[in-house]
């Protein structure tokens, strides 16, 4: 965990500084006014989170985040461009959508029920992409996985689930959507995401003494204009 928490610091550290001397060749007038006008824009803050990801291998939300914020700097970097002209390409959104129900959840899946299908992988794949998505998860070594909602919701529950002996990661990416995911009381949770105009909501029952320090559950990732709500049971 601390090589991680180490890696994070490192590449935090770089954009800090990446950030910090970019505004210092502003002050001394050294940027370029076609540069100026492509670097402060809004859409580059959706790149720098994206970037850290990227250094982070948090590569699901770099990869949401970059391509959000390239798409809205396009016209700053490219003379004449419309965003009429991308939409012709709007198929490719539908073939990245079968990309990832293909490359979905690679745990055994059981018959689903009304709480959702049951699965017992060690590590989960769920994807929301306008739509919904419940499921249970039953693993007795819960290492963690990925969680992406896209104009969807999903909702998981790991009241069955038990976290492995090391931990657990769990990138959620939440765009224009929202996560709830329900945990026990006794799991002790560490928040290391981050949110841009959206956030997380923790409704989580404090469980006092009876929390296992011995196993940690590292919630990473992000939350682009959506939202994670935590809930224990």
């Known amino acids: 965990m601390s090589a991680t928490c180490s890696s994070k610091r490192y590449g935090f550290g770089i954009v800090v500084l990446l950030v910090g001397l970019t505004l210092l060749l502003n002050n001394f007038g050294f940027l370029p006014d076609y540069i100026r006008n ?56 539908i073939i990245l959508v079968g990309l990832v129900i293909i490359g979905g959840s690679k745990g055994k899946i059981h018959k689903a029920s009304g709480l959702g299908r049951i699965q017992s992988s060690d590590i989960i794949e769920e994807a929301a992409i306008f739509g919904s998505v419940i499921s249970r998860i039953q693993s007795q070594n819960f290492k963690g996985g990925e969680i992406v909602s896209v104009f969807g919701g999903c909702e998981v529950y790991l009241t069955e689930a038990v976290l492995a002996p090391e931990g657990a990661r769990l990138e959620i990416v939440s765009v224009f959507g929202g996560v709830k995911l329900i945990v026990p009381r006794e799991w002790n949770i560490k928040i290391e995401a981050s949110s841009v105009l959206g956030g ?18 590292v919630i990473e990732g992000v939350n682009v204009f959506g939202g994670t709500e935590l809930i224990s049971r």
Request: glycine share 6%; charged share 15%; net charge positive.
């Open 38 to 93: 492509v670097i402060f824009r809004w859409p580059m803050i959706l790149i720098l989170i994206g970037v850290v990801n990227l250094i982070n291998r948090e590569w699901v939300a770099a990869t949401i985040l970059l391509s959000i914020g390239v798409f809205f700097l396009l016209p700053a970097v490219l003379p004449g461009f419309s965003f009429h002209e991308i939409w012709r390409f709007w198929p490719v959104g």
């Open 200 to 217: 997380y909501n923790d409704k989580r029952i404090p469980a006092g003494n009876s929390v296992d320090m011995s196993r940690t559950l």
